[in-house]
């Protein structure tokens, strides 16, 4: 059994390519409440069914956690049913970021550095953040593509660049006046 298999509702089809890769939030937040609703621990009393409840809740969740963000899905996708691991010890140098890419990061992560000490850096790191989304969602748009059309290549591609820009935003998203480096 795999994460889509337990939320058959939502992706009847199974992962993609035969079902899309973008999964609507919503229809899987419902499903998720109903199976939680349904096998809920405190349900049940002490002994092997509150065991295999917590058990199972416990595998609800992290399927659902997994699924509902699109790079912990694509990192699933690809180790899971490819045997791709891009998070694995030995993933910087097998599944190296593009030198276009490497370079738009370190842009950025320079252009943080020059504003940082800057009066008006607040407001530039708000921008450097909308960028970054946007970058983001662009990857995102075009790893689904590849996981829709069984692209495996490409979706190994979009997959290392997308761990780069959430690594980016999460930079931005705890940047605070004064800091020099993310």
């Not at 109903?34 to 416990?58: F, N, V």
């Not at 921008?127 to 996981?147: H, I, M, P, S, T």
Request: aromatic share 8%; charged share 30%; with cysteine.
């Amino acid at each position: 059994t795999n994460h889509y298999t337990i939320f058959k509702t939502t992706l009847p089809a199974g992962p993609p390519p035969a079902s899309p890769f973008h999964i609507p939030p919503s229809t899987l937040r419902r499903e998720f409440l109903q199976w939680q609703s349904r096998i809920h621990p405190d349900k049940y009393p002490q002994g092997p069914q509150k065991q295999a409840a917590e058990a199972l809740s416990a595998r609800i969740n992290e399927a659902y956690r997994t699924l509902l963000d699109p790079l912990q899905r694509a990192q699933y996708l690809l180790r899971e049913m490819h045997g791709i691991d891009v998070t694995a010890e030995d993933g910087a140098t097998k599944h190296a970021l593009d030198a276009e890419t490497l370079m738009e990061v370190m842009e950025v992560q320079e252009t943080i550095e020059e504003v940082s000490g800057d009066p008006g850096a607040e407001e530039r790191i708000a921008e450097l953040k909308r960028e970054n989304e946007g970058r983001v969602e662009e990857c995102v748009r075009v790893l689904g593509e590849a996981f829709d059309r069984g692209d495996v290549e490409v979706a190994r591609r979009e997959c290392v660049r997308l761990r780069f820009w959430y690594s980016v935003g999460e930079g931005l998203r705890e940047w605070e006046p004064g800091m020099v480096e993310i």
